[in-house]
Structures are given as structure tokens and as C-alpha cells.
T-cell receptor, first 115, second 112 residues
Framework: AQSVTQLDSHVSVSEGTPVLLRCNYSSSYSPSLFWYVQHPNKGLQLLLKYTSAATLVKGINGFEAEFKKSETSFHLTKPSAHMSDAAEYFCVVTSGGYNTGKLIFGQGTTLQVKP | EAEVAQSPRYKITEKSQAVAFWCDPISGHATLYWYRQILGQGPELLVQFQDESVVDDSQLPKDRFSAERLKGVDSTLKIQPAELGDSAMYLC??????????FGPGTRLTVL
């Protein structure tokens, strides 16, 4: 069975400092992995996705993630946090192949950005 | 920019009452999903439609929940009767080719 574990339920950074949100996955085959962001009272927005191409994936708003098969990790990073990055972040793995559509979400990490 | 529409945005009901949520996916998207997100947790898939057919409803509590997508476009999710534990955010998403799902703003349900 496929699953994801987000290692931190809450991360707090100062504006302008780097962001690291950690995610480990479990999959019986080559997974597709995603990061979604959820701002208060808004729908989920796709930040980036890995689908077995380049292991370093660049997304929107300066975020990127690196797929490391040996560590079964897919951590999300950003060099410099902005106040608008404060939100809930979800690491997601697909259940089944790339086109099956079923997404398995992690528990989420709340990112707080302090001025 | 096309978006997934959901209504209502907020719903307060008493237990044992019936509630219904509506979703209008992005035009042309054949696949539609309903998720439930309990506070502090990630969304969990309730039901997946391909056009008007149910592809996966393994996590849908069928004794009280029902979902339909009669013409393969918009969809309705119903709960009857509502229970206290049903309080959650109900999210609708749609996709066409590949896995990228576009999510609506959700309906926040509170059961008193």
C-alpha cells in the first residue's frame, strides 16, 4: 500500500530564511509524488509534481522538491520564505499508476512565517 | 481561469437532518472526485467518477452517503442522516488527462 508521512506537523521560520518541509513515502512501485498547498478558506493548489523524470522538481512560487529513492523522501524546500507562504502543505502520493488518479495525502504541515 | 465551483461554502445542520453539496467541475474534465477533510488531517477520497460512472467508492459510508453525477458534468454529494462525526470540509476536484487534480474551495459542514 502507498502512504506518505510528513515528519513535522508544524514548522516556523522567519521571513527571508529557508524553508524545509519533510516528507517520506512508501510505495511498492515507482510513485508519482506531489506537494499541494492550502491557504485558509481556499482550495488546494498544486505546487509541484514528480513523475519519474528529473529528480529535482521545480514548482510555483520558488518551491522545489528532490526525489530521493534511496531515502524514500520528497522534501519541499524554498530558499527564502515570504509571509504569503504561510499555509498548510500536503505531501501526496498516487495509489496505483500515474493515470489512476487516486491521491493519498499526508497529514499536513502548517508553515508559520514570522516577520 | 477555469475553476471548480462548489456550493454552499458553509453549511450548519443538526444531526439526523439531510444535507447536500453541489460541485461543478472544470468544463471538459471527465473525472470528478469528492474528498472529506477532517480538521487537522489530509483529505481522504470518498468517491471518484469517470464521466457518469463510479470508479471508486470504497471509502464512502454507503449507509448514509450517496453521490451522483447523472449527466457526467456536475455532481451532488448527499448525507442522510447527518451525524456529529460528519463535521468536516468536503472538497470536490476534477481532472482530465493525468493526475493533476484541480480543487474547489470546499464546503465546510458543521453538524450540531
Amino acid at each position: 500500500a502507498q502512504s506518505v508521512t510528513q515528519l513535522d506537523s508544524h514548522v516556523s521560520v522567519s521571513e527571508g530564511t529557508p524553508v524545509l518541509l519533510r516528507c517520506n513515502y512508501s510505495s511498492s512501485y515507482s510513485p508519482s509524488l506531489f506537494w499541494y498547498v492550502q491557504h485558509p478558506n481556499k482550495g488546494l493548489q498544486l505546487l509541484l509534481k514528480y513523475t519519474s523524470a528529473a529528480t529535482l522538481v521545480k514548482g510555483i512560487n520558488g518551491f522545489e522538491a528532490e526525489f530521493k529513492k534511496s531515502e524514500t523522501s520528497f522534501h519541499l524546500t524554498k530558499p527564502s520564505a515570504h509571509m504569503s507562504d504561510a499555509a498548510e502543505y500536503f505531501c501526496v502520493v498516487t495509489s496505483g499508476g500515474y493515470n489512476t488518479g487516486k491521491l493519498i495525502f499526508g497529514q499536513g504541515t502548517t508553515l508559520q512565517v514570522k516577520p | 481561469e477555469a475553476e471548480v465551483a462548489q456550493s454552499p461554502r458553509y453549511k450548519i445542520t443538526e444531526k439526523s437532518q439531510a444535507v447536500a453539496f453541489w460541485c461543478d467541475p472544470i468544463s471538459g474534465h471527465a473525472t470528478l472526485y469528492w474528498y472529506r477533510q477532517i480538521l487537522g488531517q489530509g483529505p481522504e477520497l470518498l468517491v471518484q467518477f469517470q464521466d457518469e460512472s463510479v470508479v471508486d467508492d470504497s471509502q464512502l459510508p454507503k449507509d448514509r452517503f450517496s453521490a451522483e453525477r447523472l449527466k457526467g458534468v456536475d455532481s451532488t454529494l448527499k448525507i442522510q442522516p447527518a451525524e456529529l462525526g460528519d463535521s468536516a470540509m468536503y472538497l470536490c476536484a476534477s481532472s482530465n488527462l493525468g493526475n493533476e487534480q484541480f480543487f474547489g474551495p470546499g464546503t465546510r459542514l458543521t453538524v450540531l
